[in-house]
């Protein structure tokens, strides 16, 4: 089961920051899931939303701005003081960063994303020596296909706001190795749960805050959940596990 770090570790450090990844890495995060797009001046840098305004001091698309003016914004005074001056990080100093920590990459391609900015990704992911501990996600089909030409080798990933008809074909026609929709779906869809495990599927549900539904999601047969509670989820693990080992047993006969 994956213990997948939303962001890195989000609910202890500002999102998509290389505090946030280290910090997974320290709470047992085994997958690291993080956002990419590319700057005017063609550099990947890591990042969730279209915008620099909710994360950043700064404002307008991203695809808008060049690195130097990205580079210059602070990222983490808006979720403490403590990461005030936290910056905006490549993608490159992400990969040396999770090269050495060991966990595997969720890394997602966000839109809009060109056949050369997708190529430069996979070029990357290649040079870190990443490339089989990495799996490549987006929501937008057409970006797995540019993926699956620019670098077959990887592992592809297919995200989806809720599960529709043409989701199973979808993930077979792409050759995903995983499809991540929302929780809600994983518990109120469990034979399209289901219908993917059985064709090698994994399926990781985002994002799987609410500890109340960890035993549920993990009945429906996931391979993993993408949450920020790192930290929590790796000691609910360790939990099951060790009841598993250890199972309470019944008093039997009562006193006497």
């Known amino acids: 089961m994956r213990n997948v770090a939303h962001r890195g570790?989000?609910?202890v450090a500002p999102e998509n920051t290389l505090p946030a990844f280290a910090a997974a890495v320290r709470a047992g995060a085994t997958l690291v899931e993080f956002d990419v797009?590319?700057?005017?001046?063609?550099?990947?840098?890591?990042?969730?939303d279209r915008t620099l305004d909710r994360t950043t001091t700064g404002s307008g698309h991203v695809w808008d701005?060049?690195?130097?003016?990205?580079?210059a914004v602070d990222a983490g005074s808006w979720f403490s003081p403590a990461y005030a001056g936290v910056r905006v990080p490549t993608l490159a100093a992400t990969l040396e960063l999770l090269r050495e920590a060991g966990?595997?990459?969720?890394?997602?391609?966000?839109?809009?994303?060109?056949?050369?900015q997708v190529k430069t990704v996979v070029e990357m992911v290649n040079a870190y020596g990443l490339a089989?501990?990495?799996i490549v996600q987006s929501f937008d089909p057409a970006i797995l296909r540019l993926v699956r030409e620019a670098g077959p080798e990887l592992r592809r990933g297919l995200l989806r706001l809720r599960f529709e008809a043409d989701t199973v074909p979808l993930a077979d026609e792409l050759e995903v190795v995983c499809l991540n929709p929302s929780t809600a779906d994983v518990l109120g869809d469990p034979a399209t749960v289901a219908t993917l495990t059985d064709r090698g599927i994994g399926v990781m549900p985002w994002t799987a805050?609410?500890?109340?539904?960890?035993?549920?999601?993990?009945?429906?047969?996931?391979?993993?959940l993408i949450t920020d509670r790192v930290a929590e989820l790796t000691g609910w693990f360790g939990a099951q596990d060790q009841l598993r080992i250890h199972p309470v047993r019944s008093s039997g006969g009562g006193p006497g």
Not at 37 to 48: E, L, S
Not at 103 to 116: F, M, N, R, V
Not at 209 to 224: C, V, Y
Request: proline share 11%; aromatic share 6%.
């Open 103 to 116: 966990p595997e990459l969720l890394l997602e391609i966000k839109p809009p994303a060109t056949l050369p």
């Open 65 to 71: 701005a060049s690195y130097a003016e990205v580079a």
């Open 209 to 224: 805050n609410d500890m109340s539904e960890w035993p549920e999601l993990t009945k429906a047969g996931i391979a993993g």
């Open 9 to 11: 570790y989000s609910a």
């Open 37 to 48: 797009r590319t700057t005017a001046d063609d550099v990947p840098v890591v990042i969730h």
């Open 132 to 134: 089989a501990r990495t």
